[in-house]
């Protein structure tokens, strides 16, 4: 199979020998123009059918298993970024109340006279 008409890069799909004998793929390195129609898919469309995988991977000269592992590795990450932007929601939201109990606590304590003043 010719890798130019994958649109890889040729070292990509050279296979290597390891200790075991079992010859292993290199990771595929897409194109820019290839990663940029692939984000900009996913941000449109975050599951593909067979029919728009097929569809795809014939449009960017990839294979339908590039598209389709590209693509769980990308929901992976997005699930990722999802995750982490919640949390750190809950942490900001977290800090915030602790703060506003902080300035509460400070604002009692400095109105609680500690002289033994009698009336």
């Known amino acids: 199979q010719d890798s130019m008409a994958l649109g890889v890069e040729a ?7 390891s200790k075991s004998g079992y010859q292993k793929k290199k990771r595929t390195t897409f194109t820019s123009s290839q990663l940029q129609q692939l984000e900009s898919r996913f941000n449109q469309q975050k599951y593909l059918t067979k029919h728009d995988r097929s569809n795809l991977a014939q449009k960017l000269k990839l294979t339908e298993k590039h598209i389709k592992t ?14 982490d932007e919640i949390w750190s929601r809950e942490r900001e939201s977290a800090a915030a109340v602790m703060y506003t109990q902080h300035l509460k606590f400070k604002s009692l304590s400095m109105n609680t006279s500690t002289d033994c003043t009698v009336f």
């Open 70 to 83: 590209w693509y769980q590795n990308r929901r992976t990450k997005w699930k990722k970024e999802c995750t």
């Open 11 to 17: 070292s990509s799909l050279q296979k290597k020998p």
